[in-house]
Protein backbone atom coordinates (compact mmCIF):
# COMPACT_ATOMS: atom_id res chain seq x y z
CA UNK A 1 0.00 0.00 0.00
CA UNK A 2 1.19 3.45 -1.14
CA UNK A 3 0.21 6.43 0.36
CA UNK A 4 0.80 10.29 -0.55
CA UNK A 5 1.83 12.42 2.06
CA UNK A 6 3.33 15.70 2.61
CA UNK A 7 6.48 16.36 4.83
CA UNK A 8 8.66 19.56 6.31
CA UNK A 9 12.25 19.79 5.68
CA UNK A 10 13.97 22.65 6.01
CA UNK A 11 10.56 24.45 7.01
CA UNK A 12 9.69 23.84 3.24
CA UNK A 13 6.92 21.54 2.13
CA UNK A 14 7.79 18.24 0.56
CA UNK A 15 5.22 16.09 -1.25
CA UNK A 16 6.00 12.32 -1.12
CA UNK A 17 4.74 8.55 -2.35
CA UNK A 18 6.16 6.28 0.37
CA UNK A 19 4.98 2.58 1.18
CA UNK A 20 5.93 -0.73 2.89
CA UNK A 21 8.32 -1.70 5.26
CA UNK A 22 11.47 -2.90 5.62
CA UNK A 23 15.32 -1.28 4.27
CA UNK A 24 14.42 1.59 2.84
CA UNK A 25 14.95 2.96 -0.72
CA UNK A 26 14.58 6.63 -2.14
CA UNK A 27 13.67 6.92 -5.72
CA UNK A 28 14.30 10.48 -7.68
CA UNK A 29 12.35 11.22 -10.58
CA UNK A 30 14.74 13.46 -13.64
CA UNK A 31 13.77 16.70 -14.96
CA UNK A 32 11.58 17.06 -17.59
CA UNK A 33 7.95 19.11 -17.23
CA UNK A 34 5.30 17.62 -15.58
CA UNK A 35 7.34 14.62 -14.32
CA UNK A 36 6.84 13.77 -10.43
CA UNK A 37 8.22 11.25 -7.53
CA UNK A 38 4.19 9.56 -8.27
CA UNK A 39 4.69 9.43 -11.81
CA UNK A 40 7.65 7.98 -12.46
CA UNK A 41 8.05 5.38 -9.89
CA UNK A 42 4.10 4.44 -8.86
CA UNK A 43 4.75 1.48 -10.91
CA UNK A 44 8.26 0.19 -10.04
CA UNK A 45 7.19 1.08 -6.10
CA UNK A 46 4.08 -1.14 -6.83
CA UNK A 47 5.51 -4.20 -8.55
CA UNK A 48 8.64 -4.30 -5.73
CA UNK A 49 6.39 -5.04 -3.29
CA UNK A 50 6.04 -4.29 0.19
CA UNK A 51 8.92 -5.46 1.56
CA UNK A 52 11.24 -2.60 0.77
CA UNK A 53 10.23 0.89 2.69
CA UNK A 54 10.03 3.34 -0.58
CA UNK A 55 10.27 7.36 -0.55
CA UNK A 56 9.46 8.82 -3.94
CA UNK A 57 9.63 12.62 -3.27
CA UNK A 58 8.57 15.14 -5.76
CA UNK A 59 11.99 17.20 -5.85
CA UNK A 60 11.76 21.28 -5.18
CA UNK A 61 10.45 22.83 -8.28
CA UNK A 62 8.65 19.40 -9.48
CA UNK A 63 4.53 18.09 -9.03
CA UNK A 64 3.14 19.84 -5.92
CA UNK A 65 6.82 20.37 -3.82
CA UNK A 66 7.83 24.44 -4.13
CA UNK A 67 11.43 25.49 -5.29
CA UNK A 68 12.23 26.85 -1.18
CA UNK A 69 12.25 31.22 -0.98
CA UNK A 70 15.68 32.43 -1.79
CA UNK A 71 16.53 28.85 -4.50
CA UNK A 72 16.07 28.43 -7.93
CA UNK A 73 16.82 24.77 -7.42
CA UNK A 74 20.15 23.12 -9.09
CA UNK A 75 21.77 20.27 -7.51
CA UNK A 76 22.90 21.73 -4.07
CA UNK A 77 19.52 22.36 -3.20
CA UNK A 78 17.80 18.86 -4.38
CA UNK A 79 20.65 17.07 -2.37
CA UNK A 80 20.27 18.55 0.58
CA UNK A 81 16.79 18.03 0.43
CA UNK A 82 16.60 14.52 -0.34
CA UNK A 83 18.92 13.80 2.81
CA UNK A 84 16.75 16.16 4.69
CA UNK A 85 13.42 14.22 3.74
CA UNK A 86 15.39 11.27 4.72
CA UNK A 87 16.37 12.68 8.04
CA UNK A 88 12.56 13.85 8.77
CA UNK A 89 11.80 10.59 8.12
CA UNK A 90 13.86 8.71 11.09
CA UNK A 91 15.78 6.89 8.31
CA UNK A 92 19.54 6.19 9.39
CA UNK A 93 20.50 3.89 6.26
CA UNK A 94 19.12 3.56 2.97
CA UNK A 95 19.58 2.53 -1.03
CA UNK A 96 18.62 5.53 -3.91
CA UNK A 97 17.66 5.11 -7.07
CA UNK A 98 17.47 8.17 -9.60
CA UNK A 99 16.88 8.62 -12.91
CA UNK A 100 18.55 11.14 -15.41
CA UNK A 101 18.99 14.33 -12.82
CA UNK A 102 17.51 12.08 -10.01
CA UNK A 103 20.62 10.04 -11.13
CA UNK A 104 22.92 12.97 -10.51
CA UNK A 105 21.30 13.81 -7.63
CA UNK A 106 21.86 10.00 -6.16
CA UNK A 107 25.38 10.05 -6.93
CA UNK A 108 25.88 13.19 -5.14
CA UNK A 109 24.21 12.24 -2.25
CA UNK A 110 25.84 9.52 -1.61
CA UNK A 111 29.02 11.10 -1.69
CA UNK A 112 27.97 13.68 0.91
CA UNK A 113 26.22 11.08 3.10
CA UNK A 114 28.67 7.86 2.92
CA UNK A 115 27.95 6.75 6.26
CA UNK A 116 24.22 6.34 5.18
CA UNK A 117 24.00 5.46 1.31
CA UNK A 118 24.55 1.97 1.57
CA UNK A 119 23.69 1.37 -2.20
CA UNK A 120 23.32 3.77 -5.73
CA UNK A 121 20.88 2.67 -9.26
CA UNK A 122 21.88 5.49 -11.11
CA UNK A 123 19.28 5.44 -14.44
CA UNK A 124 19.86 7.12 -17.66
CA UNK A 125 22.09 9.27 -15.99
CA UNK A 126 23.88 13.07 -15.64
CA UNK A 127 26.17 14.10 -13.57
CA UNK A 128 29.38 12.79 -15.55
CA UNK A 129 32.12 15.04 -16.23
CA UNK A 130 32.44 16.83 -19.31
CA UNK A 131 28.49 15.74 -20.79
CA UNK A 132 27.96 18.24 -23.11
CA UNK A 133 24.20 19.50 -23.46
CA UNK A 134 22.39 17.04 -25.65
CA UNK A 135 19.97 18.21 -28.16
CA UNK A 136 17.05 16.04 -27.05
CA UNK A 137 17.78 17.28 -23.49
CA UNK A 138 17.22 21.37 -24.63
CA UNK A 139 14.36 20.18 -26.75
CA UNK A 140 12.76 18.48 -23.17
CA UNK A 141 13.63 21.15 -20.98
CA UNK A 142 11.89 23.91 -23.07
CA UNK A 143 8.87 21.87 -23.89
CA UNK A 144 5.92 24.00 -23.80
CA UNK A 145 2.99 22.95 -21.29
CA UNK A 146 0.33 21.40 -23.60
CA UNK A 147 -0.29 18.51 -25.57
CA UNK A 148 2.21 19.36 -28.66
CA UNK A 149 4.84 19.76 -26.12
CA UNK A 150 3.93 16.43 -24.08
CA UNK A 151 3.87 14.60 -27.06
CA UNK A 152 7.32 15.74 -28.54
CA UNK A 153 9.07 15.61 -25.24
CA UNK A 154 7.32 11.86 -24.41
CA UNK A 155 8.68 10.93 -28.45
CA UNK A 156 12.49 11.96 -27.39
CA UNK A 157 12.28 9.99 -24.29
CA UNK A 158 11.53 6.81 -25.72
CA UNK A 159 12.75 4.78 -28.63
CA UNK A 160 9.47 2.85 -29.50
CA UNK A 161 7.03 5.59 -30.36
CA UNK A 162 3.85 2.84 -29.87
CA UNK A 163 4.09 3.63 -26.27
CA UNK A 164 3.27 7.32 -27.04
CA UNK A 165 -0.17 6.83 -26.47
CA UNK A 166 -2.70 9.46 -26.84
CA UNK A 167 -3.67 8.74 -22.77
CA UNK A 168 0.18 9.20 -22.34
CA UNK A 169 0.24 12.32 -23.80
CA UNK A 170 -2.79 13.73 -22.29
CA UNK A 171 -1.62 12.65 -18.71
CA UNK A 172 1.65 14.37 -19.13
CA UNK A 173 0.31 17.55 -20.63
CA UNK A 174 -1.95 17.54 -17.88
CA UNK A 175 0.77 17.32 -15.03
CA UNK A 176 3.08 19.79 -16.97
CA UNK A 177 0.07 22.59 -16.88
CA UNK A 178 -0.34 21.71 -13.22
CA UNK A 179 3.33 22.33 -12.61
CA UNK A 180 4.26 24.61 -14.99
CA UNK A 181 4.60 28.25 -12.57
CA UNK A 182 7.35 26.46 -10.37
CA UNK A 183 9.07 24.64 -13.06
CA UNK A 184 9.63 27.64 -15.32
CA UNK A 185 12.36 28.83 -12.94
CA UNK A 186 14.36 25.49 -13.26
CA UNK A 187 16.00 25.84 -16.53
CA UNK A 188 15.93 28.91 -17.99
CA UNK A 189 18.05 29.44 -21.44
CA UNK A 190 21.00 28.76 -22.06
CA UNK A 191 20.62 25.69 -20.62
CA UNK A 192 24.15 24.03 -20.79
CA UNK A 193 24.68 25.64 -17.94
CA UNK A 194 22.21 23.28 -15.86
CA UNK A 195 23.96 20.40 -17.31
CA UNK A 196 27.29 21.74 -15.61
CA UNK A 197 25.31 22.27 -12.42
CA UNK A 198 24.23 18.51 -11.93
CA UNK A 199 27.77 17.61 -13.35
CA UNK A 200 29.92 15.97 -10.33
CA UNK A 201 33.57 16.42 -10.18
CA UNK A 202 35.99 13.67 -10.39
CA UNK A 203 37.11 14.26 -6.63
CA UNK A 204 33.11 13.95 -5.92
CA UNK A 205 32.59 10.89 -7.56
CA UNK A 206 35.75 9.42 -6.07
CA UNK A 207 34.47 9.74 -2.78
CA UNK A 208 31.40 7.82 -3.50
CA UNK A 209 32.11 4.02 -1.86
CA UNK A 210 28.71 3.01 -2.15
CA UNK A 211 28.21 -0.20 -4.49
CA UNK A 212 26.28 1.47 -7.96
CA UNK A 213 24.73 -0.05 -10.34
CA UNK A 214 24.33 1.75 -13.63
CA UNK A 215 21.30 1.23 -15.88
CA UNK A 216 21.02 2.65 -19.13
CA UNK A 217 19.25 2.71 -22.79
CA UNK A 218 21.11 1.81 -25.59
CA UNK A 219 19.75 4.22 -28.17
CA UNK A 220 19.16 7.06 -25.40
CA UNK A 221 19.28 9.83 -26.93
CA UNK A 222 18.75 12.38 -24.01
CA UNK A 223 21.58 11.49 -22.17
CA UNK A 224 23.66 9.24 -25.04
CA UNK A 225 25.56 6.02 -22.82
CA UNK A 226 29.07 7.44 -24.49
CA UNK A 227 28.78 10.50 -23.15
CA UNK A 228 27.42 9.89 -19.27
CA UNK A 229 27.23 6.17 -18.48
CA UNK A 230 30.26 5.12 -19.97
CA UNK A 231 32.90 7.78 -18.52
CA UNK A 232 31.61 7.34 -14.88
CA UNK A 233 32.71 3.46 -15.37
CA UNK A 234 36.81 5.80 -14.84
CA UNK A 235 35.39 7.42 -11.94
CA UNK A 236 33.47 5.74 -9.50
CA UNK A 237 35.55 2.67 -7.11
CA UNK A 238 32.47 0.13 -7.12
CA UNK A 239 30.96 0.05 -10.43
CA UNK A 240 28.66 -2.09 -12.95
CA UNK A 241 26.98 -0.95 -16.18
CA UNK A 242 23.89 -2.91 -17.51
CA UNK A 243 23.01 -1.48 -21.11
CA UNK A 244 19.28 -2.41 -22.34
CA UNK A 245 19.54 -2.81 -25.85
CA UNK A 246 15.87 -1.28 -27.66
CA UNK A 247 15.78 1.25 -25.34
CA UNK A 248 15.48 4.81 -24.89
CA UNK A 249 15.91 7.39 -22.22
CA UNK A 250 13.16 5.59 -19.71
CA UNK A 251 14.16 2.03 -19.32
CA UNK A 252 11.32 1.47 -16.00
CA UNK A 253 8.81 2.34 -18.55
CA UNK A 254 10.38 0.88 -21.75
CA UNK A 255 11.60 -2.40 -20.16
CA UNK A 256 9.57 -2.80 -17.19
CA UNK A 257 10.35 -5.89 -16.05
CA UNK A 258 14.06 -6.33 -16.71
CA UNK A 259 14.14 -3.39 -15.02
CA UNK A 260 12.78 -4.51 -12.65
CA UNK A 261 14.24 -8.03 -11.75
CA UNK A 262 17.61 -5.43 -11.93
CA UNK A 263 16.52 -3.32 -9.41
CA UNK A 264 15.19 -5.97 -7.19
CA UNK A 265 18.55 -8.30 -7.42
CA UNK A 266 20.96 -5.77 -6.72
CA UNK A 267 19.22 -3.86 -3.44
CA UNK A 268 18.50 -7.18 -2.65
CA UNK A 269 22.38 -7.95 -2.08
CA UNK A 270 22.19 -5.95 0.97
CA UNK A 271 19.69 -8.43 2.16
CA UNK A 272 21.55 -11.72 1.28
CA UNK A 273 19.38 -12.02 -1.78
CA UNK A 274 20.45 -13.78 -4.78
Request: aromatic share 4%; with cysteine.
Given at each position: ???L????????????????????????????P??????????T?????????L?????????????????????R????????????????????V???M??????????????????????????????????D?????????G?????????????????????A???????????????????P????R????????????A??????????GA?D?????????????????????????R?????????????????????GQ?????
Amino acid sequence: MTTLRTVTVDGSPVHVLEGGSGPAVLMLHGSGPGTTGSGAWATTAQALGATWHLVAPDQAGFGRTPVPAGSRGGLRLWTEQAAGLMDALGVGHYAVVGHSMGGAVALALAAARPHQVTRVVAVSTMGAPGAPLSADLDAIWGAPAGPLGARDMLSRLVLDQALVTDAAVDGRAAAMRAGAAAYASLFPPPRARWVDDLTLSAQTLAAIGAPVLLVHGAEDRVTPLETTAQPLLAHLADVRLHVLDRCGHVPATEHPHEFRQLLSRFLGQDRGQA
